[in-house]
């Protein structure tokens, strides 16, 4: 069974957010969140929820299995 690696997500969401040309800021303002929030997920000790990965998938025009790195257990 799948289960999500939160290290490489938070890898993919720091390389994205990179890519795209966005600070830590920005994706705090756009999701409403707090700048730390957005920290844990790139180091990998949270991860977005559902609306969030949503509106992270619309802003990098990218799918949300995109975003989302799982490992078998």
Do not use: E, F, H, Y
Request: one cysteine or more; glycine letters at 6%.
């Amino acid at each position: 069974m799948p289960i999500i690696d939160t290290v490489k997500t938070g890898q993919n969401i720091r390389d994205m957010r990179i890519r795209a040309g966005m600070t830590i800021k920005d994706i705090q303002r756009i999701c409403g969140i707090s700048a730390a929030a957005v920290c844990k997920w790139q180091n990998g000790q949270a991860v977005p929820t559902v609306d969030n990965l949503v509106v992270l998938s619309s802003i990098w025009n990218v799918r949300i299995d995109d975003i989302i790195a799982t490992c078998t257990a």
